[in-house]
């Protein structure tokens, strides 16, 4: 059972233009939401999250949305750079009955910038 | 900052044989660090959480005499899968959380093939 789900595989967007990138989620436990970008051959690294207190978190071009009732965050790169093509993966966080805080991930979405 | 190194990046190696992966944090202290696994063309799956000087956390369906985690220190977890067969052939990759909160950061991974 995916409780993260990134529904698109793969996006494709003019450099200049607005990246979108969607993330769906089914489990209204959870409370934090995270953004990690993936080059090949290296480990994610942290982008951007959100804390379910908010809707909105911008740090310069990368912005998330979260819409809680409909359970579904949204990350916005603008302007898109061909250095942001990389893989996306949305994760979602909540305390696991150990009391430590567990990600949760989808499957990602590959973004190419074309130049 | 908030680099973590993961050694080695790449084993192959006999049916039977035990394998050791190092994660070091190089420039925070980590309390909390994670082990992940992930197959081809799905998302990441946590394994255990490793906690400093106490006994990691595994998730359901992990094998914990499999997969034998320890974090002896601040800055190194280590995880050795124990006579390793081929089913044991993955991805596998590790993260650290700094002591003083925030997202996790990971190391670039290590490819597993065992044959």
């Known amino acids: 059972d995916q409780q993260v789900k990134q529904n698109s595989p793969s996006l494709s967007v003019q450099e200049g233009r607005i990246s979108i990138l969607n993330c769906d989620y089914t489990?209204?436990?959870?409370?934090?939401f995270l953004w990690y970008k993936k080059y090949p051959a290296e480990g994610p690294t942290f982008l951007i999250s959100?804390?379910?207190i908010k809707d909105k978190n911008e740090d310069g071009r990368f912005t998330v949305f979260l819409n809680k009732s409909a359970k579904h965050l949204s990350l916005h790169i603008v302007p898109s750079q061909p250095g942001d093509s990389a893989v996306y993966f949305c994760?979602?966080?909540?305390?696991?009955?150990?009391?430590?805080?567990?990600?949760?991930w989808g499957l990602g979405t590959s973004l190419g910038v074309n130049p | 900052g908030a680099v973590v190194s993961q050694h080695p990046s790449r084993v192959i190696c006999k049916s039977g044989t035990s394998v050791k992966i190092e994660c070091r944090s190089l420039?925070?202290?980590?309390?909390?660090m994670f082990w992940y696994r992930q197959f081809p063309k799905q998302s990441l799956m946590l394994m255990a959480t490793?906690?400093?000087?106490?006994?990691?956390?595994?998730e359901q369906g992990v094998e914990k005499d499999k997969f034998l985690i320890n974090h002896a220190s601040l800055t190194l977890s280590t995880l050795t899968v124990t006579s390793a067969h081929p089913e044991d052939s993955s991805f596998y990759i590790c993260?650290?959380?700094?002591?003083?909160?925030?997202?996790?950061?990971f190391g670039d991974g290590t490819r597993l093939s065992i044959l």
């Open positions: 993260s650290a959380r700094d002591v003083g909160g925030g997202p996790q950061h």
């Open positions: 420039d925070f202290q980590a309390t909390t």
């Open positions: 490793s906690n400093e000087g106490s006994k990691a956390t595994y």
């Open positions: 489990n209204s436990m959870f409370d934090y």
């Open positions: 959100i804390s379910s």
């Open positions: 994760a979602a966080s909540r305390f696991n009955a150990g009391n430590n805080r567990k990600l949760i």
